[in-house]
């Protein structure tokens, strides 16, 4: 009776919360990285040159950096469901001015504030995972939610550089008309969000009374089996040597995304195709990622493993980079970048089912968030180091190389990690 209980229950849940929280990343994802087809024509138009562009593209970041932590244990305090309408209102106001942008200075300051309006909605999604879902289901669930990263690449690629094609309408360049279109369903979904997420399981009255019974029970046994073992407090989730590494490992993945994210549109376009074409091409390795990635994810909570299946996505992911640096045709370039994206977004969720296996409470809300701030760093590094680059040796090789680098490293130290003593994933049961 309990299986059966478990199965309905979890079906339930699942089809009510992943297919909407999918559909907000699902924009908050194209708001973040539309900017690299913008640059297709918004580069020429403002005259910005790629260290411009790559050191604006990546400033978000700090924003993001500086923001993360407090975001998300306000959304811990006064629940999901006000925080997160918050956070997309915001942004998406703020995506839509960037197409009134007129130098560097405001295209500067817009991502910063971009990025500081942004904060705490993906760690606030990871954390409010683990108030609805088992530590067995979280590898699977994080995958279904981080497949709108690149679905919103698959759908959004086209999309975008159609919108480019609005170019000298009512006055308007076409790169402004796609930043003011795609930011409207951000503003549209926060308003959204305040009538249909529910803070906790306790609340859920679309649960059936046994349903909702059995998964606050659940949820309950899981903190108190962690009460002995995991830390709560504020200042323990900052401080867990644990968190400080996953932030490191965490910060190669994402120079590797926000690399793929902002600057693979260009790097297509160098083999001299339209803006069309550079839509269609790049909605491909995302095509083939989010498969890879749901696969990988169910391995590792099929098997209980997490480290060898971060150490391979981003072993993967940097070979993908090399042969990117080095590939002569358009084809070689997407077959590598298809293999960059598999990688990276195969290496997210078995890192995410790793923080809260010692972290619960404030100290879950404040660990998650600093992972994802100290971690997301890397999208300024990465977007930055490869304009700089290229600024001053004209390809985008040394770049691709330094990014690979960055994800060795990822490998790396996820294996001193787990050897040390220090490991981030449970060795018991599956878990996230």
Known sequence: MDGSLERATMRRVAWRLIPFICLLYFIAFIDRVNIGFAALTMNKDLGFSS?????????????????????????????????IARVMITWGMLSGAFAFIKGENSFYILRFLLGAAEAGFFPGIILYLTYWFPARYRAAVVSLFMAAAPISVLLGSPLSSALLEMEGILGLHGWQWMFLVEAVPAVLLGIMVLFYLTDRPEKAKWLADD?????????????????????????????????????????????????????????????????FAVGFLNSVPPTIAVIGMILWARHSDKTGERTWHVVIACLVAAVGLLLAGS??????????????????????????????????????????????????????????????????????????????????????????????????????????
Do not use: C
Not at 57 to 75: D, K, T
Not at 217 to 235: G, I
């Open 51 to 83: 260290s411009v562009f790559g050191f604006g593209a990546g400033i978000f970041f700090f924003g993001y950096f500086l923001f993360e932590v407090p975001s998300n244990y306000i959304l811990e305090k006064v629940g999901a469901r006000l925080w």
């Open 211 to 275: 349903q909702r019974a059995w998964l606050v029970a659940e949820m309950n046994e899981e903190r108190a089996r962690k009460q002995t073992t995991a830390k709560h407090s504020l200042l323990g989730g900052m401080t867990d040597i644990r968190v400080l590494a996953l932030a490191l490992i965490y910060f190669g993945t994402s120079a590797g995304l926000y690399t793929l994210g902002i600057w693979a549109p260009q790097i297509i376009k160098s083999f001299g195709l339209s803006t």
């Open 327 to 432: 590939a002569a045709s358009v084809v070689a370039v997407i077959a590598a970048l298809s293999i960059v994206n598999v990688g990276i977004s195969a290496a997210k969720p078995p890192l995410w089912a790793m923080p809260t296996m010692f972290l619960s409470g404030s100290a879950a809300a404040v660990g998650i968030a600093t992972i994802n701030s100290i971690g997301n760093l890397g999208g300024f590094v990465g977007p930055w180091a490869i304009g700089w680059i290229k600024d001053r040796t004209g390809s985008f090789t040394g770049g691709l190389i330094f990014v690979a680098a960055l994800l060795v490293l990822s490998a790396i130290l996820t294996l001193v990690v787990a050897r040390s003593g220090r490991r981030a994933e449970p060795t018991g049961a599956p878990a996230r």
